[in-house]
């Protein structure tokens, strides 16, 4: 499980630096400020959790249990719930997905805490 905690990881820093240099660089011009913005912050909520992923990876290799991997299951959940409908969001303007953000950012949340404890409980 490690392995694809760790393969998942680093495919999304992958992702997360191809849309940072998109969004720098390819949508400048095209979009308002303030949807830049929205898709910068799923580019850094991307990239903090792919990172989590790693650490992730490491803790599962480190106390196999089923709380760790939920963790990232859950970070996995929150990249694409959270940083995916905000680059919808601020790519086609589909506002309605600005609903299903929340979701992912508490899909963030109980991954952390999921972590925490299974070190914890390890």
């Known amino acids: 499980m490690e392995k694809l905690f760790a393969i998942t990881g680093g495919i999304s820093a992958l992702l997360g630096v191809v849309a ?3 969004g720098a660089h390819g949508l400048k011009d095209r979009i308002s400020p303030e949807m830049l913005e929205i898709f910068e912050t799923a580019v850094r909520y991307q990239m ?3 990172f989590g992923l ?3 990876a490491w803790a599962v290799s480190r106390w196999p249990d089923a709380v760790p991997s939920a963790a990232g299951w859950s970070f996995i959940a929150g990249t694409v ?3 995916g409908s905000l680059y919808v969001l601020s790519l086609a303007g589909i506002r309605w997905l600005g609903a299903v953000t929340p979701l992912g950012g508490v899909a ?3 991954g952390w805490i999921l ?3 299974g070190i914890y409980r390890a």
């Open 48 to 50: 903090y959790h792919a």
């Open 54 to 56: 790693f650490f992730v």
């Open 81 to 83: 719930l959270f940083s």
């Open 108 to 110: 963030f949340i109980v």
């Open 115 to 117: 972590l925490v404890y």
């Open 20 to 22: 940072g240099a998109f």
